[in-house]
């Protein structure tokens, strides 16, 4: 089976850098996934990292690091409409099916 | 737009009913995935599809099933409704091991 953890809420500031963790446990491992999430909205793919390290994309970084099983979200000048949920999911070493973990809310103030 | 589509997007029922959700993956996606997402469990796996056989199973109760057909849209299909089966309904696609791309989701609220 799978654990997955991550803050339940965070609030930061417009303009800022914000760094959203994620922890997880699993029999078995063979990716990780970043979605955004607007309330009542599909979730949207943001990053994907399999090796260690990080990965860059415009305001969006993710870094991973396996023998720690831990993972984070950076996000960078932060806008009003990042205002969401970020969920990190965690992919098994068989098959293409996705662990979720319960999300952060981030709620950016002006 | 992620390129899957679902229908219908709110479906409202009563208890003991049997309802039908549809999805159509993006255009050459062989996989198709249904999750769960209510408000107190958060984004729940509950099958896999791939180009027409089931390929895994996730916390899927036994009142529900689901198929994909020939032409590769997939039906998710809730029976004896309960108020507990309220939720949201997303339907993924990927290509075979690749990134999940989520339709916009059908509300099911069984009164």
């Known amino acids: 089976g799978q654990n997955i953890d991550q803050p339940t809420e965070m609030t930061a500031t417009e303009g800022a850098i914000v760094q959203i963790n994620c922890t997880y446990q699993t029999s078995g491992f063979n990716g990780l996934f970043w979605y955004q999430q607007h309330a009542g909205e599909a979730p949207t793919f943001l990053s994907y990292?399999?090796?260690?390290g990080l990965e860059e994309k415009g305001r969006f970084s993710s870094f991973l690091s396996r023998s720690k099983g831990y993972s984070y979200l950076l996000l960078k000048e932060l806008q009003m409409k990042d205002s969401a949920s970020y969920l990190c999911a965690v992919r098994e070493s068989s098959g293409n099916m996705l662990t979720f973990g319960g999300g952060t809310r981030l709620m950016v103030k002006p | 737009d992620s390129g899957v589509t679902q229908t219908p997007k709110h479906l409202i029922t009563a208890t003991g009913q049997r309802v039908t959700l549809r999805c159509s993956p993006r255009s050459g996606d062989l996989s198709v995935y249904w999750y769960q997402q209510s408000l107190d469990q958060g984004l729940q796996f509950l099958i896999q599809?791939?180009?027409?056989?089931?390929?895994a199973k996730g916390n899927i109760l036994e009142r529900f099933s689901a198929q994909q057909f020939p032409d590769l849209h997939s039906e998710l299909n809730l029976s004896s409704l309960e108020l507990g089966d309220s939720a949201l309904y997303f339907c993924?696609?990927?290509?075979?091991?690749?990134?999940?791309?989520f339709g916009p989701g059908t509300r099911l609220t069984v009164l």
């Open positions: 993924a696609s990927s290509t075979t091991s690749d990134t999940q791309y």
């Open positions: 990292n399999v090796l260690d």
């Open positions: 599809y791939y180009n027409g056989e089931e390929r």
